[in-house]
């Protein structure tokens, strides 16, 4: 979607408009989506995430000030709703067990696929390689989704492609 229409449909969506906030929808959320699963490897937690982020957005579209930032804001919005349900799928788990449980991905790696590879890199790596490889937002999008300083992505970015590196070289 072409970034003068977006703004125009988010500005339509403070305004009201149903119709807005349907092609919007539409539009971002099975990228939404995978993100949200990315994080947290997790199809159902995944989706109660992006459904929990589309009810806070209708709730607080009209207090985003700069319509140009709304893909970076629904993002962040769906990355703290997916770190929540994260946190509290932990929280109830150490209710029950004294030792902490880590949800991240298991990491299996086969050399020849790139998306597995992509998937064993630390969450951290792996969020922005998603965002700025298959979600292409720019870095300063972002550094506002993952709460980081530019130069942090771009380190995150390179620790990422040095690890993918290795391993296709190791694959030789």
């Not at 947290?40 to 459904?51: G, I, T």
Request: glycine letters at 2%.
């Amino acid at each position: 979607m072409e970034k003068a229409k977006l703004d125009m449909l988010v500005v339509d969506m403070q305004m009201g408009s149903v119709k807005a906030f349907d092609q919007i929808c539409r539009h971002f959320h099975s990228s939404l989506l995978r993100f949200s699963f990315k994080i947290c490897a997790h199809e159902q937690m995944a989706h109660d995430a992006v459904q929990n982020s589309w009810l806070k957005m209708a709730k607080s579209i009209k207090s985003l000030n700069d319509p140009r930032a709304f893909k970076s804001w629904i993002y962040q919005l769906v990355r703290w709703q997916t770190l929540d349900l994260l946190q509290k799928v932990n929280n109830d788990v150490l209710d029950f067990n004294t030792d902490k449980v880590d949800v991240a991905v298991t990491c299996e790696i086969d050399h020849s696929d790139l998306l597995s590879l992509i998937d064993c890199l630390p969450t951290i790596d792996r969020q922005a390689v998603y965002l700025f490889y298959l979600e292409q937002m720019t870095l300063a999008e972002i550094a506002i989704v993952v709460e980081v300083p530019i130069g942090t992505v771009k380190s995150r970015l390179n620790r990422a492609r040095q690890f993918l590196k290795n391993k296709f070289t190791l694959k030789e």
